[in-house]
């Protein structure tokens, strides 16, 4: 498979904060968003898949540009893969995760 589209922490936090409309998907578990999260991601965890991923077209706009974010990248990889196998265009992988956003963006996100 070749290379994600990704985005960088900092181009983010910038078009977040231009207000741009954004399809934000976090998908780390419950237990990880409790220590750390970003404002506006919603909550599909990895290991719930078999929970949200058969009305993945109800719940996301498939034409949207979508953000997928984990704790380092790894997950948010998986899930821009399957997302782009499901019909979704625009799929960006969060370089580095919450991790990296935390170090480069908001140094106030908890670090775990």
């Excluded at 976090?26 to 599909?44: K, S, W």
């Excluded at 077209?57 to 984990?70: F, G, K, N, Y």
């Excluded at 990248?73 to 893969?81: E, H, I, K, L, Y």
């Amino acid at each position: 498979m070749s290379q994600l589209p990704h985005i960088h922490p900092t181009e983010l936090a910038e078009r977040l904060a231009q207000g741009e409309a954004l399809q934000l998907v976090d998908v780390r578990e419950p237990e990880e968003l409790a220590i750390a999260q970003v404002d506006g991601f919603i909550n599909l965890p990895l290991s719930q898949y078999g929970e949200w991923s058969t009305d993945i077209h109800s719940r996301l706009d498939p034409e949207a540009e979508t953000i997928v974010m984990c704790h380092h990248g790894m997950r948010s990889a998986q899930m821009c893969g399957w997302l782009l196998s499901q019909g979704f265009q625009n799929v960006k992988n969060l370089t580095g995760g919450i991790e990296a956003y935390a170090i480069a963006v908001d140094p106030a996100i908890p670090r775990y």
